[in-house]
């Protein structure tokens, strides 16, 4: 790791130290790295809500379960209307996690 051994004294308003740290923990990061980020010009994002990760997690089942009926249906060369008719449904779900997410009713 490289050694730090160069301090930089900046002085900020009241309003701008509060600035800069609320953007800082919007991406999930202190002052310091966030400043540093900055600097070298690296890519900066927000951290993604906590409820974002849950809605994958939810997701990732969803598309797991479907890849299952699929390969049911491609090994037995054909798929009931019932499979069908629970696949459609688990996408219709995920596209009301989605929805629900977008508005903000996680």
């Not at 790791?1 to 991406?27: D, G, P, Y």
């Not at 939810?58 to 379960?65: F, H, L, P, S």
């Given at each position: ?42 890519e900066i994002r927000p951290r993604p809500p906590d409820e974002y990760l849950q809605l994958i ?50």
């Open positions: 790791m490289q050694e730090r051994n160069n301090a930089v004294l900046i002085r900020l308003t009241e309003k701008e130290k509060i600035h800069l740290k609320k953007s800082a923990v919007r991406c999930g990061l202190k002052m310091e790295p966030f400043i540093r980020k900055l600097i070298t010009e690296k997690r939810e997701i990732n089942a969803v598309g797991n379960n479907i890849n299952q009926i699929a390969h049911i249906a491609n090994a037995e060369q054909h798929i009931s209307s019932s499979k069908i008719e629970e696949a459609v449904k688990m996408v219709d779900d995920i596209m009301d996690m989605v929805r629900r997410f977008e508005r903000g009713n996680h």
